[in-house]
Structure formats: structure tokens, C-alpha cells
């Protein structure tokens, strides 16, 4: 009996440091429902149809909001004695919490919001890109990816906070046309 004991201590580490197999991808099946989200893509922009939300009734000079974000869901399976950590990653606008005040629905302001939400998909390829650079273990895959994503979601915050203030929310047009190159520059890069 102590020989197994001892045979399985000496297998379990070996075992819970042992990399594991990876499969990434771009998803647009999540529990979240279809009729209250729109998923990221280079070929659809936002249209003023799809901010279903309830603008405030109040007499903020803010004229749009975009609810956007990223988002995985990640499982672990085994088989044959071998571990594979499957990641789905997918980037969100959500219709039901981004809203447009009366009258504000320009070609101009869409192009802010679209960028809102152009920012969390860059934020999202980051994220996907640190991804397939980490070696994960199963002794490590749940607390390296929580991490991770925890970062990218700071870079999402920070890009859309600068984004926001640099342009004084869209306002400042020069500042404006100044991120329109910015994030078309690293959309570009990504999606080449």
C-alpha cells in the first residue's frame, strides 16, 4: 500500500506540470442571448439600429454610449492521458445597454462609437495573441488565464479612457481624426 501511495505522489506532480495541448478560436456562440448582442466583425459596423438601450433622461452633453467588451470561455479536456485547454474568445456590443440620444444619430458620432467598440476588439487580439504565446500546465492554466485576461481587459479600459479624453468624447475633431488613424492603423495589423 505505501509503494502506491508513494508511486502516485511521484506521478502527480510530474503530471500536474506537464503541458498541455491548446486550441484557440474566434466564437459567436455564448450563453449570452443573440437578441441582445452583436458579435465583432471587420466586414459589419454598427449601425444606429442596433443601440437598443434607454438613453438617461438628463442634460449630458453625451450624445451615445457603447457597451462593449471581450469575453472567453475556456474548458479541459483529457484524452488518452493527454490534456487540451479549448478557449473560445469573442468580442461584444451589447444593444440592449449602448443607447443614442434624439436627434445625435450622425454619420460623425456612429464613428466614434464604432471605434468604442473597435478598441475592445483590439483588446480582445491582444488577448489572443498572449494566449498563443503562454505554454499552459494544468497546474497553471487557471490561474495564468484569469490573469491574462485581467490584463487585457486594463489595456481595453485604458485605450478607451485615452480614447474618451484625448478626444474630449468625440468632441475635438482633430484629436478625433488623430485616433480614426490609430485605431484603423492596428486594425489593419490585425486583421493582415
Not at 36 to 55: H, Q
Not at 71 to 98: D, H, P, R, T
Request: net charge positive; proline share 3%; with cysteine.
Amino acid at each position: 500500500m505505501k509503494k502506491i501511495a508513494i508511486y502516485i505522489l511521484l506521478v502527480l506532480p510530474v503530471n500536474l506540470s506537464a503541458q498541455i495541448s491548446t486550441r484557440l478560436e474566434w466564437t459567436r456562440h455564448t450563453s449570452m442571448p443573440s437578441s441582445e448582442v452583436l458579435y465583432y466583425s471587420t466586414e459589419n459596423k454598427l449601425r444606429w439600429d442596433n443601440f437598443k438601450g434607454r438613453p438617461p433622461a438628463d442634460n449630458s452633453k453625451t450624445a451615445a454610449i457603447t457597451m462593449s467588451g471581450f469575453g472567453y470561455n475556456a474548458s479541459m479536456k483529457s484524452s488518452k492521458g493527454k490534456g487540451e485547454l479549448e478557449i473560445s474568445v469573442y468580442c461584444y456590443f451589447n444593444k440592449e445597454k449602448s443607447w443614442v440620444k434624439p436627434g445625435r444619430n450622425t454619420a460623425y458620432i456612429l464613428n466614434h462609437e464604432q471605434h468604442h467598440f473597435d478598441i475592445s476588439y483590439i483588446a480582445a487580439s491582444i488577448f489572443v495573441e498572449k494566449i498563443r504565446e503562454i505554454k499552459f500546465s494544468v497546474s497553471d492554466y487557471n490561474i495564468l488565464l484569469p490573469r491574462i485576461y485581467d490584463e487585457c481587459l486594463e489595456i481595453m479600459n485604458k485605450m478607451q479612457d485615452e480614447y474618451d479624453g484625448q478626444t474630449k468624447n468625440g468632441q475635438e475633431t482633430v484629436f478625433q481624426e488623430k485616433w480614426n488613424k490609430i485605431i484603423e492603423n492596428k486594425l489593419s495589423i490585425i486583421t493582415n
